[in-house]
Each structure stands twice: as C-alpha cells, then as structure tokens.
C-alpha cells in the first residue's frame, strides 16, 4: 500500500494501529503529504470509545502530534468515561509521569469534584513508590487543592504530603474564594494554575456526519423535542453584513432555503448564542445557500468573540478551498488547532471572491459548531 501510495494511489481505509505504522514511515523518510493525511484519517477515528487506545499507540509510535491529540479528546471525555464506569486508574497507573501532567493540565478537562483528580494521583504515587521529588511535585500541581471539598482539603492539611509553603498559598486562596472579590483571587493565583478554578464541566457534541441533529443549533432548536427554529423563538441571534436574499433566520432551517448577501466585499455571517452560553468548537459544517453551484464559498475565515464586538480571534482560515462545490452542498470543516477557550459569538467572514468571482457570500444552514464543548451556567439548551 505504501508503495502504491509513493506511485500517486491513496491509502485504504485503515485501523488505527495501522494508521500509526504508516505515521512511522512518513515520518521515518519525512513525506509530510502523508503524516499530514494519516493525521487526518486519525482525527476521524478518534473519539470517547478510540481515544485511550490511540493514546497508548501513539506514545508506543513516538507519534507526539497524535499523542496530543489523543489527550485533547480524552480530555474532554474524561468525566464522561469515568461517569460510564471505565476503569481509568488502571490504564493511568500505566502512563509516564510526563503524560499523566499533560493530561491533568489540559485546558480542555473539566471533572465534576476536584477530589478525583486528587484520588488519582494518590492512587499513581502508591503505584509508582520511587518516583523523584520533582515529578511528585508536577503531579501535585495537576490538583487544584484550593478547590477540594473541604473534609478532604482538612485531610490533606493534616497529611503532611504537601509542603507547608504550598499548603499555605492553598488555604489563602480557599479564604479568597469564599471571602473576596474574583479580581482579589485571580491576582493571588496569577499563572499558577493549581490555584485556578477549573473550567467547569460542558456537554460535548459529537459529529457523525453533516446534519446529523448532534449540533449546536439543532440542540439549543429542539430542547429535546420538536425543533423550532431558535433564531425565531429568539434562543439565538444572527445578523449579517447584508441581505441580498432571504432572511437571516433561513441560515438556520432545516429545509433548503436560499440566503445570500449583497455583493459586497468582505460580507460575513455572525451568531451570537446569548448569555450564559459558550461553546468551544472543534470543527462547523456549512451548506450552500443556492439552488444551483454558483457563487460557492472559496475564501474565508471563523472567527470568535466574547463580547462580539471588535475583539474578533481568527479560529481558522481558508483559502481558494472548492469544498463546497453544488447546490447545496454541505461539507464540515474541521478547526485546527480548535481553540482551547470558549466563545459566545462566531462570524463566517468572507475574505475573498467565491466561485463565481463575485462577493456574495451564500450560505444556508450554519450547522454551527459540531463536536464542540459547550458551557452554561443555567439548564443546557440546543443547537444545530
């Protein structure tokens, strides 16, 4: 297969495991085509049930970039599998020192009770009996201590498995944190991020195929019942930079239904999911607002915000990409790398001609943020 590869015949379809061998040999004689698609074959491999698996494959390979990946998803996933009743310590007692910090620290876990992540590392250092004075400090600094509960936080204090100086800055910003203002906790933490609240939890939307009714707007659209449009019913607000044809709500039903904007240069789409929602997007699927494959999507960039007003991030940029190519069409887009924090506005921004060298910008539906995290502080809504 490799050799019909290097000949211009693409891959089969593989498993993971043989995934990671082609990963090694385009890494060994540096094709980077290849450890680029085989990244990619990955990314649509990995999920909740594969992530772990994939994890100890990678490190086995040596493949750092699918290594990371792997963390990012179980991540993500980590309450979830605990919450199924994974047997996680096991399979974490078997995982270096190096690996068991990037997980803990990554931005993207959030657990329900800090106290998990404190038993975990309880559990690793019985297990691991000679590790170094620096690795166990590394592991401490994966447990927010400030935030366990407090017969646990007392227990810990009177263990004496932390360091006094730790366990002082731990109850100072315990104090903070019932007593003070956030500003006043969040000086005393500064980069420190064991002093830090944690992320809380979110619900993750995970894609299967284009409209697959797993998305942001389909969720918040239909609570768990009938969908309704939730720019109509006023869950979510879109503008656009004009309206040549159709109104904004179309970028949201689930029929075809046409929606472009003015001809005008630099014409963007925006969705705000109001307050008390955020949402970190891994990848978006787009559709095609016309009846026919002119005036296609070429050029353009997502972008977020938080207050959607002029502090605009640029999530991801594409260029001259003829996904898009019909009436119609649809084709989901994966960010990369997805954003490590969590946004309330989004903006399609067209940032140059489509297919037909024109600037309308057309679009359907905004299938918005597929396979995200999303975060809220009232009851979880939906959305497409």
């Known amino acids: 297969h490799l050799l019909k590869y290097l000949y211009g015949h693409p891959l089969p379809d593989a498993d993971l495991k043989t995934n990671l061998l082609y990963y090694d040999f385009a890494l060994l004689f540096r094709i980077e085509a290849l450890s680029t698609s085989i990244a990619a074959s990955v990314d649509k491999q990995l999920n909740r049930n594969t992530c772990f698996d994939l994890l100890e494959l990678a490190i086995q390979h040596k493949a750092k970039p699918i290594v990371q990946r792997a963390l990012d998803t179980l991540a993500r996933y980590y309450q979830q599998l605990v919450d199924e009743g994974c047997d996680m310590q096991a399979r974490l007692n078997g995982l270096d020192v190096d690996i068991i910090v990037s997980l803990f620290k990554n931005p ?3 657990v329900d009770s800090e106290d998990t992540v404190y038993n975990v590392m309880i559990d690793y250092m019985k297990v691991h009996t000679h590790l170094s004075a620096s690795s166990k400090v590394s592991l401490w600094e994966c447990v927010r201590l400030p935030y366990l509960t407090l017969p646990l936080l007392r227990s810990v204090v009177k263990s004496q498995l932390i360091p006094e100086e730790t366990i002082a800055d731990v109850l100072l910003m315990r104090l903070l944190v019932s007593t003070s203002t956030t500003a006043r906790a969040d000086s005393h933490a500064g980069k420190r991020t064991w002093l830090q609240k944690r992320p809380r939890r979110g619900r993750i939307l995970e894609y299967v195929h284009d409209f697959d009714r797993n998305g942001l707007l389909y969720y918040i659209g239909s609570r768990g019942s009938t969908w309704k449009n939730p720019v109509l019913t006023g869950e979510v607000k879109i503008t ?28 963007w789409i925006a969705i705000d999911l109001r307050k008390d929602r955020a949402l970190r997007p891994t990848s978006v699927s787009l559709r095609h607002g016309g009846s026919s494959k002119m005036d296609c999507l070429r050029s353009w960039v997502i972008q977020a915000s938080h207050e959607g007003r002029e502090d605009w991030v640029t999530l991801s940029r594409f260029q001259g990409n003829d996904a898009l190519n019909g009436a119609f069409a649809s084709h989901t887009f994966r960010l990369s790398p997805p954003p490590t924090d969590a946004y309330r506005h989004f903006r399609i921004l067209q940032t140059g001609h489509n297919s037909g060298k024109h600037n309308f910008l057309s679009l359907q539906v905004l299938n918005c943020m597929v396979n995200s995290s999303i975060l809220a502080t009232l009851s979880l809504v939906p959305s497409c």
């Open 108 to 110: 993207y876990l959030a």
């Open 240 to 267: 656009a930079s004009s309206t040549a044809k159709g109104k904004v709500y179309n970028l949201v039903d689930q029929e075809n239904t046409e929606f472009w904007t003015s001809d005008i240069p630099s014409s």
